[in-house]
């Protein structure tokens, strides 16, 4: 029963939700867009590459990979991986399949990762982000028209092997030399970038860098202990993370409008660290630890024939899986916070908001810095810390 | 699986006391349910915790009871059995089986056989025998309606509050269909579904008697393809090819227990249950042997003929079982079992569904209450059972009933204009 002087407000009410619910892009998500989901980067979003790419057999294809779901298939978890269940939530009704592997379906979307993958160097038995590109152009033609390629989702984690690899070939290097390398990676990042917005991507997912001297592997291999990380390691994970927003703000910016960059961050550095702060708020028993391997935390060999490793019997209460690689619970909460977390941890947009953004619109919001009241994790890395402030 | 929580005046319960075991390695295994249940006590009426573990089956279950029925030795008593450990107690196997790594896992030692008296039972039995059957009355061993007649014979063991929270496993039925298919080389389909509803009405039956004793958890391990079992394929001359009718008839099984247990479900208050699919681990192993990090998935280790599927003895044993996935011909090794036991205790509901043993260990025993009212739904929008034929069909049914519901909020909101 509605007064006389409430008609306009009606009227304009019943237009406003007619048009919400008849535009295409809905809220309901059954008419989620048609569009492809392709990854790029190391072995994180590697789905299988890198079997193909090689001729040893590799530990990832083995028991006790795959264990959650009975099926070791060459992805680095007990099951899925972030980017399958990204898929999901994008109504994507197939698997994000390894591009390198024969026979496989594409129509929406493949994965171009290959463990090992850095951005500089040659790295053996393994693919540059540049050289994933340049795979990812000899494909296009035969398989996405460039309609569909602007309206799909990239998304890309790379830069973890560069820095791990740096670490352990130059121990003593210092702040300059450090600042020196982060640079040329980060550049050679936004060159890569280029090339894929220039084959005609719009829309760009950059996963940060994980909080990389926190790793069990990185932990056990320079004998941190179990309470600290490696912060050599988190302090060039966060130099290379500032610069991500910045880069990727100049590139929308200095995008022509009839081609508009699209991007978003997810802070994934702040993800793994404050799991493994306030691990019980996530449910995880165990985030200093692997659930598969050996040694101080049980991070080493996973899967090798010739190691007897231990494994969990529940590798849900896990964070990472093996020495690097986080649980498929884990990778499910990464891929709940990619599509639809707040801007504190994925910014300017989530993945959701990134798919439906239309095309043809230039970007009308930018990454901006963390300032003190966003930030949500200290930057001790001690499991121990409790009591900070959110707000 | 969603869990409402329930405040009532209960809910400041203390815990069982069970919890107060003072044992130092109990403790540790257990440390970090310390720190799961006291989330548990702030929202869940009825805590629940297993302890107990009562195991009901065939050879693949028994942890040494045949031994005490059987007149000629013929039970795996003696090496090789037992070789990897170093002791033969009775397991059909090199070593440990499933419901071993399963005590273990929940923080219990090994289920003893229930015809060893002078065990300790505290927590739980053993009354699997090999042999064992559903149908019919087979000599030296006890069919499942005897088992259960054992269980009820000797409940008073253990106390209602225990009896209620232990899990139940059952693997039962690999004999039935061995027979069956040996004494029927081609049945039609009919005969062949009326074999199974024997089967299944007698394991239906039996579920009912142990729910009257109290017991509501049920962990069912469905049934191998029994056509890759190597005694079976050597039997049949051709050892390259699981052999078609036990496997067809075993998931023809299978299916039918699925509908059972659903059924149960909701007919039954508060029956909770795991449906672990055995079938599909066995296949991925045989057909995939070495991504299972197995060297082979056709021949045992033990035994004697082409691949080794029969006879097997302590002079025929290979020197690594943890390369093969049977250790006898019908019986898995120690290595098969450990994986069977990873995945029944934490895979996800696409392996066993729709909870795994440490989800259906610590299910609140009123909380079916509020899932019989989810399956209802269920059921109400699909009406012929037959539907579910897996593990992927509930998974199925459950997303079609998330579908619907955004169906609904979509005309509901429509009517808000």
């Known amino acids: ?391 | 699986m969603l869990l409402i929580p329930s405040f009532t005046a209960n809910s400041n319960e203390p815990p069982p006391s069970k919890l107060s075991l003072s044992d130092l390695s109990m403790a540790i295994l257990k440390s970090h349910f310390f720190l799961l249940f006291p989330l548990l006590l702030l929202h869940f009426h009825t805590v629940s915790f297993a302890q107990t573990l009562f195991v009901f089956g065939d050879g693949l279950y028994d942890a040494g009871n045949k031994q005490f029925l059987s007149q000629n030795r013929v039970d795996a008593s003696f090496p090789p059995y037992g070789v990897t450990v170093g002791q033969a107690t009775g397991r059909w196997s090199d070593g440990s089986i499933v419901p071993d790594y399963l005590a273990k896992f929940m923080g219990i030692p090994k289920i003893s056989p229930i015809l060893l008296t002078t065990a300790d039972f505290s927590h739980g039995a053993n009354f699997a025998i090999a042999d064992a059957t559903v149908l019919g009355s087979p000599p030296e061993t006890m069919t499942l309606s005897q088992q259960v007649k054992k269980f009820s014979e000797n409940k008073n063991k253990w106390t209602n509050q225990t009896r209620s929270e232990a899990i139940y496993l059952i693997y039962i039925g690999s004999d039935d269909y061995l027979s069956y298919a040996k004494s029927n080389p081609s049945p039609s389909d009919t005969q062949k579904q009326a074999f199974v509803d024997q089967v299944i009405t007698t394991i239906k039956a039996e579920i009912k008697v142990v729910y009257g004793s109290g017991g509501r958890k049920f962990a069912f391990q469905n049934l191998a393809p029994l056509g890759c079992l190597p005694a079976v394929k050597q039997a049949s001359g051709n050892v390259q090819e699981c052999v078609k009718l036990p496997s067809e008839m075993a998931a023809l099984h299978n299916k039918k227990l699925l509908q059972l247990l659903v059924e149960l479900s909701r007919e039954l208050n508060g029956f909770q249950y795991s449906f672990y699919d055995f079938f599909s681990s066995i296949q991925n192993r045989v057909i995939k042997s070495k991504t299972y990090t197995f060297e082979t998935g056709n021949a045992a280790c033990c035994g004697t003929g082409s691949i080794n599927g029969s006879n097997c003895s302590a002079k025929n044993v290979c020197a690594k079982p943890e390369e093969y996935i049977f250790f006898d011909g019908k019986h898995l090794t120690q290595e098969a079992n450990l994986q069977v036991g990873h995945l029944m205790w934490g895979a996800d509901p696409e392996v066993i569904g729709p909870n795994n043993i440490r989800e259906l260990m610590v299910l609140p025993l009123d909380i079916t209450v509020i899932l019989a009212g989810i399956q209802e739904a269920m059921a109400a929008m699909r009406p012929r059972q037959s539907n579910i034929e897996s593990l992927y069909d509930i998974k199925k049914m459950e997303s079609e009933m998330d579908n619907h519901w955004l169906y609904q909020v979509d005309k509901a909101i429509s009517f808000m204009i």
Request: charged content about 15%; hydrophobic content about 40%.
């Open chain 1, 1 to 391: 029963m509605m007064a006389n002087n409430c008609n306009l407000v009606s009227v304009l009410c019943v237009i406003l939700v007619l048009t919400l619910f008849h535009n295409p892009i809905t809220v309901a998500g059954q008419n989620s867009p048609v569009v492809a989901l392709f990854t790029f980067g190391d072995s994180n979003f590697d789905a299988g590459n890198k079997q193909t790419l090689t001729k040893t057999l590799v530990a990832q294809g083995f028991w006790p990979y795959g264990k959650s779901r009975d099926d070791p298939n060459g992805k680095f978890s007990d099951g899925l991986i972030t980017p399958d269940f990204l898929a999901k939530f994008m109504k994507i009704p197939l698997a994000i399949a390894p591009a390198l592997q024969p026979n496989v379906n594409v129509s929406r979307g493949a994965s171009f990762a290959v463990e090992g993958a850095t951005l500089l160097g040659a790295p053996v038995e393994s693919m540059t982000l540049n050289q994933q590109v340049k795979k990812f152009n000899q494909m296009k033609a035969a398989n996405w028209n460039d309609d569909f390629v602007a309206k799909s989702v990239f998304m890309i984690y790379i830069g973890a092997n560069d820095y791990l690899n740096f670490t352990k070939n130059n121990p003593t290097a210092d702040a300059s030399a450090q600042q020196a390398f982060v640079t040329s990676v980060t550049n050679k990042l936004k060159n890569d970038i280029s090339a894929l917005y220039s084959s005609g991507a719009s829309k760009f997912v950059i996963q940060t860098l994980a909080p990389l001297g926190c790793l069990p592997i990185v932990r056990q291999e320079y004998n941190t202990g179990m309470d600290q990380c490696y912060e050599k390691l988190n302090d060039l994970a966060k130099q290379h993370n500032e610069k991500i927003g910045p880069m990727l703000n100049e590139m929308a910016r200095n995008s022509p409008a009839s081609a508009p960059f699209q991007f978003t961050v997810f802070d994934f550095y702040n993800a793994v660290l404050t799991r493994t702060q306030r691990n019980q708020n996530f449910r995880f028993f165990v985030t200093n630890a692997s659930c598969c391997g050996v040694g101080s935390h049980d991070a080493y060999g996973c899967g090798l024939p010739n190691v007897h490793s231990k494994l969990c019997e529940y590798q849900r209460s896990f964070l990472f899986f093996d020495g690097r690689h986080n649980s498929e619970k884990a990778q499910e909460m990464f891929a709940h916070l990619l599509f639809g977390a707040d801007t504190n941890v994925v910014q300017p947009m989530n993945v959701r908001e990134l798919t439906v953004y239309p095309v043809d619109e230039p970007m009308r919001e930018f990454w901006v810095p963390p300032t003190p009241a966003t930030v949500h994790a200290s930057d001790s890395s001690s499991s121990t810390s409790r009591g900070y402030e959110y707000y």
